[in-house]
């Protein structure tokens, strides 16, 4: 069955991210979407408790995978042809490095999405206008 991987298209990494396992990671049928794009589709995922701003979310039919899990799941599936998926894989592969070192992702997330102006929580841009 397919994976599709909602990420935050406004942080740098998460888009690099995201790329790099469709380019390079070696999972066929895996469909990326920018979720900060896609209102309805965050809409949807934040029904079911999936709030972007909390991570990114796997998904692979009705089944969802949030955050860390998110990660994991998708780095476990990852046969990379590139040292920095390589890496990845190595360390969030196992859910529970994946839950300690998942804030650190997080942080630079923020991080990077304060130096483009950008909220965390994309509904956040939407509530103010």
């Given at each position: 069955m397919a994976l599709?991987?909602?990420?935050?298209?406004?942080?740098?990494?998460?888009?690099?991210?995201?790329?790099?396992?469709?380019?390079?990671?070696?999972?066929?049928?895996?469909?990326?979407?920018?979720?900060?794009?896609?209102?309805?589709?965050?809409?949807?995922?934040?029904?079911?408790?999936?709030?972007?701003?909390?991570?990114?979310?796997?998904?692979?039919?009705e089944r969802a995978?949030?955050?860390?899990?998110?990660?994991?799941?998708?780095?476990?599936?990852?046969?990379?042809?590139?040292?920095?998926?390589?890496?990845?894989?190595?360390?969030?592969?196992?859910?529970?490095?994946?839950?300690?070192?998942?804030?650190?992702?997080?942080?630079?997330?923020?991080?990077?999405?304060?130096?483009?102006?950008?909220?965390?929580?994309?509904?956040?841009?939407?509530?103010?206008?």
């Amino acid at each position: 069955m397919a994976l599709t991987l909602v990420y935050d298209g406004g942080c740098p990494f998460c888009r690099h991210f995201a790329l790099a396992s469709e380019l390079t990671g070696g999972i066929p049928l895996l469909e990326l979407r920018d979720g900060r794009a896609d209102h309805d589709l965050r809409a949807a995922l934040k029904a079911r408790g999936l709030n972007l701003a909390n991570g990114a979310v796997l998904l692979e039919g009705e089944r969802a995978w949030h955050g860390a899990e998110a990660i994991s799941e998708l780095c476990r599936h990852l046969a990379p042809s590139g040292p920095l998926l390589q890496l990845l894989r190595g360390l969030f592969s196992e859910p529970n490095r994946a839950r300690r070192l998942y804030p650190l992702l997080l942080l630079a997330r923020r991080l990077a999405l304060q130096w483009r102006g950008l909220p965390e929580d994309p509904d956040q841009a939407r509530d103010l206008t």
